[in-house]
């Protein structure tokens, strides 16, 4: 292709292959750090057995029975397990279930540390006592790991003079399990001179890192690239982290390269996390584009808060804001070709839970362009889309849904979409295509103000595979979305794919291979509806 036909077989063409100069665009399909963790905790606090002090039978008939010690739990609670020993002389054995029964309605009220004894007593007029400890707990101990941040979160939310309610202790053992480089291995509800005391443990890893090489590029950036993802924790405070991410195309260094570090830290003990990050990002792509000489360059810095407003083990809610300053610019054969500025806000509620048979995550965010001095506007020249402004509102969500069928066979359903106020610039707006819906296609083959994009694949797990794989699944898939722009703008469109594949596990290698085809339009690389083959190999360490 000439270098006048690059960029002149139709607008939307022309639009799509610039976009691949856009490093904002590129990194949108780069790979994601971690999700949201799975809704139940590594390790979750044992509830004591109920102690019964070795006594005789009592020689009288108990004519009543009477539960001291009881602050939270009410009184009236206790009558079903109470009555049917009333009026009768209780053996040892009688004695010890009595106070197994107390302590287990005292549990099931939400107590996990309750327990129940029998003193010896006289019984005078025919009364017996049981004494109920509802389990409060007056220190906490973490061991394993050494972690202030742990400490502070625990002692604040269960040291509380009181019994230690069962979501209370969930949701502080949670938020341990989500500091970076934390995991709540056991904890251990014991009593030592009449006081209850947690024991935690803990085991923490001060650094990560993942590399990946995958085939995902496009033919003007790519194919190949390279992906590392690095995380170090706990550096100027406990609990803090600082993570980067670092992509290039390995085999044509000059055609991308992008970095961005973001550094998280704690600020309260409820989980609250504070963000500071920044970006840059440099795309000369290369094949049809190479004699253009077609430079993009992006930055961007944003700040961010983010806090849990529920943890549980069956369903977990954050809720995020962040302030976000970005410039991308491109240049044609030396000229100015398209320079975009917008500064955003964004709020967002995320979470995990458990819905029917499988695990349910997702996001519903609110991105409002703000109307500050120096972003573009529509009408300005060189912005990345003629009609496109800075200044706008999207409303858009993210879900996925897994579970397992039966034996080794799962499903996983996947779906994103976008409303959009009025005409979007480039980056903010939708795309179809890539490595989440329509991976026959290169990443945003159509993008639109608007749309949204589906996903359903079937897997098969099995698991082990005797003298090679740690892990081994096949799965078929079918995905791709719509996409269209207001005002009838240029651009937009349909993609459907489906494919098979497979991805395999050995140790902390993992590596993927997949054959897409495409359904419903040619794609753009080969003009054809010829099948994509992806891979992908990486490594944790």
């Known amino acids: 292709m000439t270098a006048a036909g690059a960029c002149a077989a139709t607008p939307a063409i022309a639009q799509v292959r610039l976009d691949r100069a856009d490093p904002t665009i590129t990194e949108q399909a780069l790979p994601k750090p971690a999700p949201v963790p799975a809704a139940g905790p590594p390790g979750v606090a044992q509830e004591t057995t109920a102690p019964v002090s070795t006594i005789a039978a009592p ?39 009595l106070a197994g029964a107390v302590a287990g309605i005292a549990r099931g009220a939400g107590y996990p540390f309750a327990s129940a004894s029998i003193p010896v007593q006289s019984m005078r007029d025919g009364v017996l006592h049981i004494t109920l400890d509802e389990g409060a707990i007056a220190a906490v101990r973490v061991i394993g790991a050494t972690s202030p941040l742990a400490d502070r979160i625990l002692t604040d939310a269960l040291v509380a003079g009181g019994p230690a309610r069962r979501e209370t202790l969930e ?52 194919p190949i690239r390279a992906t590392m993802l690095a995380n170090l924790r706990s550096i100027a405070q406990s609990g803090d982290e600082l993570r980067f991410i670092a992509a290039a195309t390995p085999v044509e260094p000059s055609e991308f390269a992008f970095f961005r570090a973001l550094y998280a830290a704690p600020v309260d003990s409820h989980g609250s996390v504070v963000t500071v990050s920044g970006s840059y990002g440099r795309a ?13 360059n992006s930055v961007d810095a944003a700040i961010g808060y983010a806090t849990p407003l529920m943890r549980s083990r069956a369903r977990s809610v954050w809720a995020t804001v962040e302030l976000r300053a970005l410039k991308s610019d491109q240049t044609l054969l030396g000229t100015m070709l398209r320079n975009d500025r917008l500064a955003t806000i964004t709020g967002a509620i995320n979470g995990t839970g458990k819905l029917g048979p499988g695990i349910l995550r997702g996001e519903v965010a609110m991105v409002g362009g703000l109307p500050l001095d120096g972003v573009s506007h529509e009408g300005d020249l060189r912005t990345s889309r003629a009609d496109g402004d800075a200044r706008f509102v999207t409303w858009g969500y993210t879900m996925d849904w897994s579970a397992d069928i039966t034996g080794p066979f799962a499903i996983a359903l996947a779906s994103s979409g976008q409303l959009a106020s009025r005409p979007l610039l480039a980056t903010a707006e939708i795309g179809a295509g890539g490595p989440g819906f329509g991976r026959a296609y290169d990443y945003a083959e159509r993008t639109g103000d608007q749309g949204m994009l589906g996903s359903a694949e079937l897997r098969a797990n099995f698991g082990r595979v005797k003298g090679g794989l740690d892990r081994m699944q096949l799965y078929g898939f079918v995905d791709g979305g719509y996409v269209d722009n207001l005002r009838n703008g240029i651009g937009g469109g349909s993609l459907l794919s489906t494919g098979t594949g497979a991805r395999l596990g050995y140790g902390t290698l993992d590596g993927m291979i997949e054959v897409a085809f495409p359904l419903n339009e040619d794609r753009f690389d080969t003009e054809t509806k010829r099948p994509r083959v992806s891979f992908r190999l990486s490594r944790s360490f």
């Open 171 to 222: 949701r502080a053992i949670l938020l341990v399990g989500d500091i970076p480089g934390i995991t709540v291995t056991s904890s251990k509800y014991i009593r030592q001179n009449g006081f209850g005391i947690l024991l935690v443990t803990i085991a923490q890893d001060s650094a990560f890192a993942y590399l990946q090489v995958d085939n995902r590029g496009s033919a003007e950036v790519g």
């Open 284 to 296: 000369n792509p290369g094949a049809s584009l190479k004699p253009l000489d077609v430079v993009g």
């Open 59 to 97: 020689s009288q008939v108990a004519t009543a029975i009477v539960v001291d010690g009881n602050e939270r739990v009410a009184t009236s609670a206790f009558a079903p397990a109470l009555v049917p020993y009333i009026g009768r002389q209780l053996t040892a054995a009688d004695l010890s279930t």
